[in-house]
């Protein structure tokens, strides 16, 4: 009988708070055993070039996760980096200790951390050893849901084409986007990344037996990209991603900047989310004399948005008006959710569009981009512009800071919006693995 | 009667020392035609320094520096009206620049035929001293279709009709172009002389550096498409190939031999669509090759591919295509002036990406589909063997 495989490299090496495409890994990963009892976490061990048995103790955020009363929790409050970032003495080292000192210190750290890594390194060969290697037989599953090995073609995915000839193993990969092919022009690095993805993109859809993307518009982009590149066709079915939230988060939060009223944006803080959609509207609010509450964007700081971050920073008229925060945890963020005015998501394009469906999760209406994935998560709950028109954003922002206008669409919202639960996707995903 | 040999210059865009792509080939076959029939032969090149190294020039060539050629630029480009190509450019400077003009009008003096492969090198010489000379007009395509802009459509119908005034006949290559010019002068004498192959030696080495080189690549099956580096080449596997490669397994490959291969990697390098990695990945470069080489990559294809949309490139590749005995697919546009090769088992011609691809995709699971022409009609010397009489007749006349 085949065995099913589902592969956590990806998430053991994830360091710190899952986002997108870790966190619905992990949610798959750890309802494994619940669908399929006698599937096998596995893992690619680059110091042996083998996939060999692994388990969900390997996954830092997993043995956080575990250990928590609520299993919705993991608390970064407790990580050594946030607790030396929160304590203050890295702001200060970096405020106040002259260059050379500064420069000193970075020295120390890669040397030191250089033959670290290389002791480090021979002690993983050493134990690597001690491993399991997983023998393929006849017909085995193989589970990609994460980005491997940051889209690389060398190992899991050769010994993957290798199996594939000997023991016609199926191969089953979660596809998120093919943003990086669309919009090549968002990664940077000269479109490096984006022909890293295109060409792993391109040699696992030959290698797979069955795609599951997140949306239908992602299915519909597969279909596209598959008939551009000439590529057999393969069966793609789509999941819906789930959106419950901790029902039982009651962390007090020091909202500082929400005395007032507020929008809330959430997801990183990088081009294609389009932040600047909002600055513009904002500068034509100001134009138009039109009032809007504050705006907090709440996102890890990302790539080719250093010239927004600086005007939003140093325009003094709009001072105070958009608060941007990059470190802000799960339990901050909820708090965020549950007392804004409205949240709104301007990106320009999505896989899925989480943020939208956690609003909703929450109650609070959104105003979303059209484009893509996102009229997908809601239909006609919410509203929509179109992600390059300032102007027609800047309507509906006007529209809806209006009480009543807000409380009527929450209870559409409430009575309408059917949460997705994670055992729902889980549900969903293995019901295509074992068809 | 005297028995002093005729003399016949040929005036040309390019050096015919080392001929690599289809125009300096075909002039090259015309130039030993010519001598075969008993004229005493010369050419003149006129072309960019930069074009062509030194080992590739005449000796009676005219090499514009690089220098003078864009200083001089935006004033030719004024004076023509548009953006013109170096082949426009190229004769116009002749003529502004007085130690080249009188060197080629000189040479010209020297000669009872001029002989004028394409009509752009005619804009440079002093049309009285033509006044007693024979004059040939050697056309490689339909020009002006090969413009996009309008002047510039405009202005080469202008040159092609004045030399076709002077030119006492036309040597075409296709039927098309036969009917082209009769368009133009119905009463003008045409001969068709079709593209061809001069027949090369099977040479063991080249089959052996060809076959390790194949091994080293990983290259088992592949599919060949020998082009030069002329734009519409690439702008046209663009078109009907592109990205469409995922049919291909990982050991077959598309290769492209011949100076298209520096273009295509240069293009693909400045792409900002990441699926240029796909061709990257897919397809593999022969740069140079020798005729020996050459012969071995086209012996060791599974088939031949011709994904010519436009361009001005002559279809002498398709005569090669057709004489290898090799599965083709292709585009009708690559076929004019092989019309009549079409029907045969193993051409495929495809004018849309999506018949193109399945049609290639078809090769590699096809065995070598007999050929039922006769090989030896590809030929130059079939070629010149159906005309020269018609061409002696009309010299002399």
Known sequence: MSKVYFDITDLINWPGNLTGIQRVSFNLAIRLKDEIPDAQFVKYNKYINKIVEANLNEIDYYNNYKNKDDKYKFNHHETFKYKIIQSGVYDLGKRYLPLYLKILIVKIYKIKSFYFKKIINSLKKQSAKNTKEIIFKKNDVYLLTAANDNWNLEGVVAILKEQKKINNIKIVHIIYDLIPIQFSQFFGSNGQFSKRYTNYLFEIIKLSDQLIAISKSVKLNLLDFIKSTKLPNKPINVIRLGDEINPNQNFKFEINDTDEPFILAVGTFEVRKNYLLLYMAYKLAEQEKIKLPKLIIVGKFGWLVENLNYLIKHDYLLEDKIIIKHNVSDEELSQLYKNCLFTVYPSIYEGWGLPIAESLAYGKMCLASSTSSMPEIAGQLIEYFNPYDAAHLLKLLEQYNNEALLRKKELEIKNNYKITTWDKTAKQFYKFVVK | ?397
């Open chain 2, 1 to 397: 009667m005297s028995n002093k040999k005729k003399r016949l210059l040929m005036i040309g865009s390019y050096p015919i020392v080392k001929p690599i792509h289809g125009g300096q080939r075909r002039s090259y076959e015309l130039l030993k035609n010519y001598l075969k029939l008993g004229f005493e032969v010369e050419f003149i090149g006129a072309y960019l320094e930069s074009n062509y190294s030194k080992d590739k020039r005449g000796v009676n060539d005219i090499v514009i520096s690089n220098k003078i050629y864009h200083d001089n630029l935006n004033f030719m480009n004024y004076l023509v009206g548009f953006e013109a190509r170096e082949d426009i450019i190229i004769p116009k400077l002749i003529i502004n620049l007085k130690k080249l003009s009188n060197k080629l009008n000189n040479t010209i003096n020297n000669f009872d035929i001029i002989h004028f492969e394409q009509p752009f090198m005619f804009q440079a010489v002093n049309k009285k001293i033509l006044e007693n000379k024979t004059v040939i007009f050697g056309s490689h395509n339909i020009e002006e279709d090969l413009f996009d802009h309008l002047l510039a459509k405009k202005y080469v119908k202008k040159i092609t009709t004045d030399l076709l005034k002077f030119g006492k006949f036309v040597i075409v290559c296709s039927e098309n172009e036969k009917q082209y010019y009769l368009k133009l002068d119905k009463y003008k004498q045409i001969i068709e002389i079709p593209n061809a192959v001069s027949p090369k030696s099977v040479d063991q080495f080249g089959q052996t550096k060809i076959k390790n080189l194949l091994n080293k690549e990983k290259i088992k099956q592949y599919l060949l498409f020998v082009s030069s580096a002329h734009e519409p080449n690439f702008n046209s596997f663009m078109k009907i190939i592109g990205f469409k490669l995922g049919f291909l397994d990982d050991e077959q490959f598309i290769v492209v031999a011949g100076n298209l291969s520096y273009l295509m990697k240069i293009k693909l390098a400045e792409s900002n669509d990441p699926r240029s990695i796909i061709i990257e990945n897919k397809v593999k470069y022969f740069f140079e090759l020798n005729d020996q080489e050459l012969q071995a990559l086209i012996d060791q294809s599974t088939g031949i591919i011709l994904p010519i949309v436009y361009g001005s490139g002559s279809n002498l590749k398709t005569a090669e295509a057709l004489y290898s005995g090799k599965n083709i697919v292709a585009t009708s546009f690559a076929f004019r002036g092989y019309e009549p090769y079409m029907k045969f088992a193993n051409v495929k011609i495809a004018d849309n990406s999506d018949d193109f691809t399945n049609y290639m995709q078809q090769m590699f699971n096809q065995k070598n589909l007999p050929v039922a022409y006769d090989k030896n009609k590809l030929t130059w010397q079939h070629s010149f063997s159906q005309n020269n009489k018609k061409l002696r007749e009309l010299i002399n006349e």
